[in-house]
């Protein structure tokens, strides 16, 4: 194959700058010709072949999505690397901070510890929102990477310390106790980590909402701005990097143990709340039940068995935090104060849905890591419970909060998601209950 270069690529290209050129280093960076789009059978389009769900790393195939001129005609992906954060990258070349040539250097990245690979790596249905090679990228496609293929990994695993103010009382209260291999004699929890980007099988994920490709497509192309025009123009790339969070790991005990179905498994799957996460905001039970977890998931690796709580970016559900805080201020000013009877009527007021984190892509990491069974599961949502016992994995335990946990303002959530059916050993409220549970009203907030 003829080398590519990108003015070569593009039928449709045409002078367009925004600004008349100047003679600055980023006015340079481009060539004047802007393409806008490819097209499969345009020349000097020659994608490296991806196979998703191919037996071996060398079949699948590497995932390419990178615009830089080497690689621009061999990608074989929609997006762009980094999740959210490619638009930072975006700013670093545009300010002349980041080269826009700059290749990394991946010496010494490698995992610390070993994962998989494990029979949902190779199935292509199993896991369709993240590569399962993505830790192995020098590993498995070095020759790519050799010949100038700017390839990156989207999945890094390391090890690290973790110092949590509650997990020193859960060890004074004697919860928790030093052993040097979970907790050290300094109160500190030993933690394997990994961090994955999102990396989306098209085909897979509509099949997984049940909606078809070509409609997954233009979705995502109409409601972010037109942003990936090769969405609609090449139907013959089906991976797609999308500008969204991940997810980060936390494993408590030897990873390999995940895997292991003769040892114990406590999990908790969570959506970040920062408020809450960070800065222990008490209208919801999201930090209690983080913290509550890690405690118990170093619990069971100090028992032998291990921990792992996934942290997924779905701030607010998914909402993002303006809608949440929008939601908060009605609640409280909703005429008859904020009751657990209308909780999720407020959300559903300014967002018009009550929930986006939609369960159904989560299982993919239980699956990259190889679980099959949880012991523990921590948590009360039911959306998380039926996606992933749906996914084949199964759940022996559902474990909720301490009662005493609970923050009190939390109530009306807690009550609110158990009568819309999330689980609970105890009493399901009725609606005339649930308009007895009432937050802390508007005034009561200092201001
Ligand atoms: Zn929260």
Redesign the pocket.
């Known amino acids: 194959m003829a080398k590519e270069d990108a003015a070569d690529v593009a039928p449709d290209a045409q002078p367009q700058p925004v600004e008349q050129a100047t003679d600055s280093p980023q006015q340079r960076l481009y060539n004047s010709r802007v393409v806008l789009t490819t097209y499969p059978a345009q020349l000097g389009i020659d994608p490296i072949p991806l196979t998703w769900g191919a037996p071996t790393a060398a079949e699948r195939g590497p995932v390419v999505v990178s615009r830089n001129q080497d690689t621009f005609g061999k990608r074989n992906a929609i997006g762009a690397g980094g999740g959210s954060y490619c638009i930072y990258r975006a700013l670093a070349v545009a300010i002349g901070a980041l080269a826009p040539n700059h290749r990394p250097d991946f010496n010494m990245t490698q995992p610390t510890h070993e994962i998989g690979p494990f029979p949902a790596w190779s199935d292509p249905e199993k896991i369709v929102s993240m590569d399962p090679w993505g830790h192995a990228t020098v590993e498995h496609y070095s020759d790519y990477l050799e010949r100038g293929v700017d390839i990156r990994p989207t999945i890094a695993i390391t090890q690290a310390r973790m110092k949590l103010a509650e997990i020193d009382e859960a060890i004074e209260k004697g919860l928790l106790r030093r052993d040097g291999e979970v907790v050290t004699e300094g109160g500190e929890l030993k933690v394997v980590k990994v961090a994955s980007e999102p990396v989306w099988f098209l085909p897979g994920v509509a099949r997984r909402f049940g909606i078809s490709e070509s409609t997954l497509r233009r979705a995502l192309f109409e409601d972010t701005g037109g942003m990936y025009p090769e969405l609609i123009t090449r139907p013959d790339l089906k991976v797609f990097l999308p500008p969204i969070g991940g997810l980060t790991v936390y494993i408590f005990g030897d990873p390999k143990n995940i895997a292991d179905p003769s040892k114990r498994l406590t999990m908790r799957v969570h959506d970040e ?1 920062n ?3 960070v800065f222990g ?1 008490d ?4 930090k209690p039940y983080l913290v509550y977890s890690i405690e118990e998931c170093a619990r069971e690796a100090q028992n032998g068995g291990v921990g792992v709580v996934v942290y997924f970016r779905k701030e607010g559900r998914a909402l993002g935090e303006v809608t949440k805080y929008l939601v908060y201020n009605a609640r409280k000013r909703q005429e008859g104060g904020d009751t657990a009877a209308n909780y999720f009527k407020r959300t559903e007021f300014v967002a018009g849905v009550k929930d986006m984190r939609f369960q159904a892509l989560m299982p993919d990491i239980l699956h990259w890591l190889g679980v099959t069974r949880i012991d523990r599961f921590i948590s009360m949502s039911n959306m998380k419970y039926q996606a992933i016992v749906d996914s084949g994995i199964e759940i022996v335990e559902r474990v909720s909060i301490p009662e005493d946990r609970m923050p009190a303002d939390s109530k009306v959530e807690i009550e609110a998601k158990i009568a819309d059916g999330y689980f609970t050993t105890g009493e399901v409220p009725t609606d005339a209950m649930l308009k007895e549970v009432k937050g802390r009203n508007w005034d009561e907030i200092a201001h």
Do not use: P
């Open positions: 709340c408020g809450s996460d905001s209208i919801c039970t999201c």
